[in-house]
């Protein structure tokens, strides 16, 4: 028998396990809307309860949707751009890379030091055209280390990290790619102020002593953040008609929930 493999993450980095857990419950399901094989081995080979990361259907439904469209912007920012460079941040314990690889891309996974090190033990090490960069997404060192590649397009790819941010945060994140990284693409999810007040205290009762802070009313409003950037699309939850999505499709048609929370994409001005 494997032996299991203990955690100690707390705060943001303790975070990672919602959508783990998500991902390997949802490539179970023989009515899947994605798979992710590796989820399910992780979860697993982890030491870990995850009784108390209990969500609601609906959010459950959506943590999925989310999973499964940034998976998209990726195959479709590599189907535009076969030799592109892929920075995740915030990657958790996530295999997008694996879920997403050409053969050609140079692909970064970012993560805080803890939670790199738990990647190599879970999932393995860089190599290749794959690299790990452990360290925070505000310390500016990791930009040193893939500013080699900046000839090539850039996608920057940020699920489920940027809210946990203070906005003063965000958007200098943001103006510094704009100017290190002229012409790439960043996409990253964000919630209306009054959903960030309702994800918080579903984080306060599954006892992640985390907290959300960005919040974003408006995609446009991104673009005052600096000269060149430009909302490319705003894709909003719950808008398909598949089975599973259709029971939380009112939720759509509500201008007021329906702009609760969005994914993003930007071009950050010109090559």
């Known amino acids: ?17 919602i959508p783990l857990y998500y991902r390997a ?48 912007f990726a195959s479709k920012f590599l189907d535009d751009h076969p030799y592109g460079v892929v920075v995740h941040i915030g990657c958790g314990l996530d295999t997008r890379f694996e879920r997403s690889d050409n053969g050609l891309v140079e692909w970064f996974d970012l993560d805080l030091p803890e939670v790199v090190e738990l990647r190599r033990r879970l999932i393995g090490d860089e190599g290749g055209r794959y690299h790990l960069l452990s360290c925070s997404v505000l310390d500016p060192t990791w930009i040193e280390k893939v500013k080699p590649w900046r000839q090539r397009p850039f996608l920057f790819l940020a699920e489920g990290v940027l809210p946990y941010f203070e906005e003063h945060q965000v958007k200098a994140l943001v103006r510094q790619l704009l100017e290190v990284f002229p012409g790439s693409q960043i996409v990253f999810d964000a919630h209306a102020p009054w959903a960030i007040w309702v994800d918080n205290l579903q984080l306060a009762l599954s006892k992640i002593k985390a907290r959300l802070r960005f919040s974003l009313k408006h995609g446009h409003d991104v673009e005052s953040w600096g000269p060149g950037i430009h909302l490319l699309e705003e894709w909003h939850y719950y808008g398909t008609d598949e089975p599973r999505v259709r029971p939380f499709r009112f939720m759509y048609m509500i201008p007021f929930l329906r702009n609760s929370t969005g994914i993003f994409h930007f071009q950050l001005g010109s090559p």
């Not at 993450?9 to 990672?16: D, I, M, Q, S």
């Not at 081995?41 to 309860?49: F, G, P, W, Y």
């Open 1 to 17: 028998m494997t032996e299991k493999i203990d955690i100690a993450l707390t705060g943001v980095p303790e975070t990672l396990l």
């Open 25 to 72: 419950l949802e490539s179970q399901r023989s009515d899947a809307m994605l798979k992710d094989e590796k989820a399910v081995e992780i979860v697993a080979r982890l030491n870990a309860d995850f009784r108390h990361l209990k969500l609601q259907k609906h959010d459950v439904v959506g943590l999925v949707l989310r999973v499964r469209q940034f998976d998209r």
